[in-house]
């Protein structure tokens, strides 16, 4: 059974509160009639009750199983009113009002490791700031309305801090599937800086400290051949590498959605795809990846430049129009 989300619930609630107000004015009318021996009301009064309970009993049921991952409910046959009913979801509101602000400061957390005025991670923060303010003065027990997004974690600002806490253990189809989201929000940049790892979470940078030095501390077995490079550098090298080779395959993916809905010639897409290629072939050759992070990115925005371009119907219909040509 799918468990319906917060707005939906509290719309429920309220309009199932307006059912009783409207049915109490309904009583007092039968009241007089059954004064006066009258029991026209009776049957349709009688119908209007049942439903009324029907739908409690259901938002009963709902409310119940949205809010127990929230809180323990020891006795569910305590609640027999909505003003017994009312706290539970005032309590699931504070829960997600305290989660989303919790997600928010950590994206308030994040830094660059090399750049202190990283442009892209500016405005992010600056959005994310400016998101916490508004959650913070909507007053309990109404939500601001992004709360549930970034507590179910599909919230750009949530996916954001996600890719720069978990890339190391996402999968690729993970990444491709938040890529759009978080690019489309923040710009490339960003994207690409938390998918390399240039970005941390600020907890994360003294344990990560932490497990290097013991790293260093611990003696180690080099080749001859491999003594130029250090255990760190070596997986550095590795990691790079292997996402240049994740965005080259989320890249072509764009480019054969694009191709795929006709928004644009394969001819425009050639010294991509030329450029991308070359950039497979070489990877192994190299060690440092930023000349390829840098062309990629620019490939990328043109990409998205083609495809808002293509959406414009005026664009759109010229295109068709020269294609026919």
Do not use: W
């Amino acid at each position: 059974m799918k468990i319906p989300d917060h707005l939906q619930l509290v719309q429920r609630f309220q309009e199932l509160r307006n059912l009783c107000l409207g049915l109490a004015e309904g009583l007092s009318s039968l009241v007089s009639d059954l004064q006066k021996g009258e029991l026209r009301q009776l049957e349709v009064t009688e119908a209007k009750i049942a439903s009324l309970r029907q739908e409690y009993e259901i938002l009963k049921k709902d409310v119940i199983a949205f809010a127990s991952p929230y809180q323990a409910i020891p006795n569910p046959g305590g609640i027999t009113s909505l003003a017994t009913l009312e706290p539970l979801l005032l309590a699931v509101n504070q829960s997600l009002k305290a989660a989303a602000i919790q997600v928010l400061d950590q994206v308030s957390s994040v830094k660059h490791r090399e750049e202190t005025a990283f442009e892209p991670l500016r405005a992010c923060l600056s959005a994310a700031s400016e998101l916490h303010r508004a959650i913070a003065q909507v007053p309990l027990p109404d939500l601001h309305p992004e709360v549930v997004a970034i507590t179910d974690g599909s919230h750009p600002l949530a996916l954001f801090v996600s890719l720069v806490r978990d890339r190391r253990h996402m999968k690729e189809e993970k990444i491709a599937a938040i890529q759009d989201v978080i690019a489309g929000a923040f710009g490339n940049l960003l994207f690409i800086a938390a998918l390399m790892g240039k970005l941390i979470i600020g907890e994360q940078d003294g344990k990560e400290a932490e497990t290097k030095a013991q790293d260093v501390s611990q003696p180690a077995t080099v080749k001859t051949s491999e003594a130029a490079i250090t255990p760190s550098e070596s997986e550095e090298v590795l990691e790079q590498r292997q996402i240049l080779q994740d965005l080259l395959t989320m890249t072509e993916m764009k480019i054969q959605k694009l191709l795929k809905n006709r928004l644009v010639r394969e001819e425009e897409l050639a010294g991509f795809v030329a450029a991308m290629k070359e950039m497979e072939a070489s990877r192994y050759r190299k060690s440092d990846f930023k000349e390829d992070f840098r062309q990629l990115h620019t490939i990328r925005a043109a990409l998205e430049e083609m495809e808002n371009k293509a959406f414009n119907p005026r664009k759109r219909l010229e295109r068709t129009e020269g294609q026919r040509r």
